[in-house]
């Protein structure tokens, strides 16, 4: 079984960029596609990022603005930030899309003046 640990949260003025990574165990990892969700206060979790034999999808919310990118030789994901806005506030969490694994515990993403 794969489990993922977040990590690179932190608190970021608006505009601001921050680099996230999800460090994975277990040896099935390079085989799934990856993404990267969040939960926001009060909100469900949502997908922000997905990553599939090379190819990424974004929402509209942060098309433009985020990247995703792997590494499966050191097994991880990195979710790249920028033009970060007070609506991006949450909770992100790295996992197997589009079926998810168990959950992480998340790194906090607070983006605030």
């Known amino acids: 079984q794969v489990q993922f640990v977040e990590s690179g949260g932190g608190l970021v003025q608006p505009g601001g960029s921050l680099r996230l990574s999800c460090a994975a165990s277990?040896?099935?990892?390079?085989?799934?596609?990856m993404g990267w969700y969040r939960q926001g206060p009060g909100k469900q979790r949502e997908l922000v990022a997905s990553?599939?034999?090379?190819?990424?999808n974004y929402p509209d919310s942060v098309k433009g603005r985020f990247t995703i990118s792997r590494d499966n030789a050191n097994k991880a994901i990195f979710l790249q930030m920028n033009s970060l806005k007070p609506e991006d506030t949450a909770v992100y969490y790295c996992n197997r899309h589009p079926v998810p694994l168990a959950w992480g515990q998340g790194t906090q993403v607070t983006v605030s003046s």
């Open positions: 277990g040896r099935d990892f390079v085989f799934y596609a």
């Open positions: 990553i599939t034999s090379g190819r990424t």
